[in-house]
T-cell receptor
Framework: QKEVEQDPGPLSVPEGAIVSLNCTYS??????FMWYRQYSRKGPELLMY????GNKEDGRFTAQVDKSSKYISLFIRDSQPSDSATYLC??????????FGSGTKLNVKP | DADVTQTPRNRITKTGKRIMLECSQT?????MYWYRQDPGLGLRLIYY???????NKGEISDGYSVSRQAQAKFSLSLESAIPNQTALYFC?????????????FGSGTQLSVL
């Protein structure tokens, strides 16, 4: 069983839609949760990070962590064509190593 | 200029050849990492280094070796390339500060082994 499972998509939505991206994990020691965005032929860039359960909001993006269910989500409101990318969830227990999901490819149609 | 620079951007080679991928950073970070990315498998850690004298194997180190020439430079070598090493390779750095730990990635090297 992989440490981090991520819905593979691809996901195609119309501009303005609310997007929900999700990951589950098996290691209860994970305490640091991140979302990376990766454009085609680019390296991943950090989008959101959170250290605990609950919600964290940044503009149109909201990261949600439910440690009891070992489930994290990223919500994108009012999605834009520029949000089209692959989104990777990542987790760490002691900051020495990071464990990544396989990524969800998102396409936002104008 | 990019903070984390990888060279080359693309490389095509033949089975059995020795290949070196290079990474340099201007962020002043002590920690450096090499990952490979394959469709459906996400990012997998090959090697990581917390400083010039500290190098550690990741989850898929077989067939790879690394060299940390300086704080700013971390090279990945494939001693005898094989086709299943065809992948997108990323170098990354981090500060190693704990709660606000972040990984900063280069733009990647697409390697094809024929």
């Amino acid at each position: 069983q992989k440490e981090v499972e991520q819905d593979p998509g691809p996901l195609s939505v119309p501009e303005g839609a609310i997007v929900s991206l999700n990951c589950t994990y098996s290691n209860s020691a994970f305490q640091y949760f991140m979302w990376y965005r990766q454009y085609s032929r680019k390296g991943p860039e950090l989008l959101m990070y959170t250290y605990s359960s609950g919600n964290k909001e940044d503009g149109r993006f909201t990261a949600q962590v439910d440690k009891s269910s070992k489930y994290i989500s990223l919500f994108i409101r009012d999605s834009q064509p520029s949000d089209s990318a692959t989104y990777l969830c990542a987790m760490s227990d002691n900051f020495n190593k990071f464990y990544f999901g396989s990524g969800t490819k998102l396409n936002v149609k104008p | 200029d990019a903070d984390v620079t990888q060279t080359p951007r693309n490389r095509i080679t033949k089975t059995g050849k020795r290949i070196m991928l290079e990474c340099s950073q201007t962020k002043g970070h002590d920690r450096m990492y090499w990952y490979r990315q394959d469709p459906g498998l996400g990012l997998r850690l090959i090697y990581y280094s917390f400083d010039v004298k500290d190098i550690n194997k990741g989850e898929i180190s077989d067939g790879y070796s690394v060299s940390r020439q300086a704080q700013a430079k971390f090279s990945l070598s494939l001693e005898s390339a094989i086709p299943n090493q065809t992948a997108l390779y990323f170098c990354a750095t981090s500060e190693g500060t704990g709660v606000n730990e972040k990984l900063f990635f280069g733009s990647g090297t697409q390697l094809s082994v024929l």
